[in-house]
């Protein structure tokens, strides 16, 4: 299996809603990340857990809150969205979160998210 | 820090024409390089990768060949079909970091 799954597929939410998006890998990769990309442009850091700890949080608003239950999990807790965080959300799994060189990240499908 | 930077697109070419897709990068050290293919409303797929000076990917008709001394990694298809039209993403991973280039669209009529 090297596949990297999220849901929903396509999320529409008003501005005072909590929802969560999730992402599932079982491939034994221990570091997760969340990327957001915006239309026509290149995937953006937000977080990266490794070993089930968050290790990077790339100053992120907090109505963004990333959640790793397990080794194969992630969550990304969303309430008080602003419209202009529409945007594409991808999940992203590698083995482990180093230096070795060979690394690769594998992607989801992504979820499409609009904030109205 | 890191950066990639890719050729401006939106490239538009004919069925079974050649395809180059520029990329060049700026790194401390000695990143490893890679492409990603990114098809409409997916996430990305590795395309292909090189982890040092010289080495060159391959996957799917798909080369790049790692230039430390143009610090380049161009993406070349001597065929490209309509089905090889997506968004094409350079990248390299320098440490614990990936850096993504800007992608480069590229579109191929029958």
């Known amino acids: 299996d090297t596949e990297v799954t999220q849901t929903p597929k396509h999320l529409v939410m008003g501005m005072t809603n909590k929802k969560s998006l999730k992402c599932e890998q079982h491939m034994g990769h221990r570091a997760m990340y969340w990327y957001k990309q915006k239309a026509k442009k290149p995937p953006e850091l937000m977080f990266v857990y490794s070993y089930e700890k968050l290790s990077i949080n790339e100053s992120v608003p907090s109505r963004f809150s990333p959640e790793c239950p397990n080794s194969s999990l992630l969550n990304l807790h969303l309430h008080a969205l602003q419209p202009e965080d529409s945007a594409l959300y991808l999940c992203?799994?590698?083995?482990?979160?180093?230096?070795?060189?060979?690394?690769?990240?594998?992607f989801g499908s992504g979820t499409q998210l609009s904030v109205l | 820090g890191n950066s990639v930077t890719q050729m401006e697109g939106p490239v538009t070419l004919s069925e079974e024409a050649f395809l180059t897709i520029n990329c060049t990068y700026t790194a401390t050290g000695y990143p490893s390089l890679f492409w990603y293919v990114q098809y409409p409303g997916e996430g990305l797929q590795l395309l292909l990768k090189a982890t040092k000076a010289d080495d060159k990917g391959s996957n799917k008709g798909f080369e790049a060949t790692y230039r430390k001394e143009t610090t380049s990694f161009h993406l070349e298809k001597g065929s490209v079909q309509v089905s090889d039209s997506a968004v094409y993403f350079c990248a390299l991973k320098g440490g614990q970091n990936f850096v993504f280039g800007p992608g480069t669209r590229l579109s191929v009529l029958p």
């Open positions: 992203a799994s590698s083995q482990e979160l180093g230096t070795a060189t060979n690394e690769k990240l594998f």
